[in-house]
């Protein structure tokens, strides 16, 4: 519990640091890019600032992606998006006052709406690896929340239904989903699969969940797009490995930096 006050008032200081070294002042709309989405990032447009996640209080260096982590300034239209590149996980050992550092930050800077997205395993039938799947909802498997208190924050709606028309009239063939956010950093059983099938999870990951959390506390919009690369254990009973992850986000770049652009441009 100390740990995780301790961090409470790093994301202002975190975002006074990014306001001083883009010379932006706030950052209405923030972008957190996970695994396999770092090549969309390229799409939306040359940053106009980069700073490396080490360099800025609170942030440690991702190590999921096999990268240093980054935030980037980059201006979409005539607005300034805050682009960070790479999150922490539960599974790295780090309390969720950590994982949720990035999105904390974000308000802090400005943010009033979060794009999150993740790569995820595909449980629904009919999911397709390389697709991306907006989230319609989420269900917190981790066992764990960024909140503090006795501050019961409302989450009906928390994966912003607008949000979410305006990413399917970009992309009419996008489809959603609801995503399992569990710990890891094991892939699941096919039993556990088949469980969480049955609980009505489409998707499963490692991320994502309590971000969310920490958004809509702040009272942030969110919107949340999983690119599916791999069908979760048990349905092609094929074995799983994190290679295929970052192929996966590689052939799909230029569908999903195109996504990202027409989100951020509206
Ligand atoms: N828990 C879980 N996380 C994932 N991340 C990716 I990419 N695929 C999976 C998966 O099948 N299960």
Not at 17 to 39: D, F, K, M, N, Y
Not at 115 to 123: C, E, R, V
Not at 184 to 196: D, F, K, N, V, W
Request: proline share 5%; net charge negative.
């Amino acid at each position: 519990m100390l740990a995780e006050k301790a961090m409470g008032g790093v994301s202002e200081l975190a975002a006074t640091a990014i306001a001083e070294r883009t010379g932006v002042p706030q950052h209405r709309v923030a972008v957190v890019l996970g695994s396999g989405w770092q090549e969309a990032a390229a799409v939306i447009g040359e940053p106009s600032t980069s700073i490396p996640m080490s360099e800025v209080p609170g942030f440690g260096s991702p190590t999921a992606q096999g990268h240093q982590g980054t935030i980037h300034s980059v201006t979409v239209g005539d607005s300034p998006v805050l682009l960070l590149m790479g999150r922490q996980h539960l599974y790295e050992g780090h309390e969720p006052s950590k994982v949720v550092h990035n999105v904390r930050t974000a308000l802090a800077a400005g943010a009033r709406t979060v794009l999150l997205t993740n790569a995820a395993g595909g449980i629904r039938d009919g999911l397709s690896v390389g697709e991306p799947v907006l989230i319609s909802d989420h269900i917190n498997l981790t066992g764990r929340t960024p909140i503090e208190g006795a501050n019961f924050v409302d989450l009906v709606d928390a994966w912003d239904p607008e949000l979410r028309s305006l990413a399917r009239e970009i992309d009419p063939s996008l489809t959603e989903g609801v995503y399992a956010g569990l710990t890891g950093p094991q892939y699941e059983t096919p039993a556990e699969i088949r469980m969480l099938r049955t609980i009505g999870a489409d998707l499963v990951g490692m991320s994502t969940v309590l971000e969310a959390i920490a958004c809509r506390e702040g009272g942030a919009k969110v919107l949340g797009i999983s690119l599916v690369t791999n069908l979760a254990a048990g349905v092609t009973g094929q074995h799983l490995s994190h290679a295929e992850v970052l192929a996966e986000g590689h052939a799909a770049a230029p569908r999903l930096g195109k996504l990202l652009r027409g989100v951020l441009e509206r």
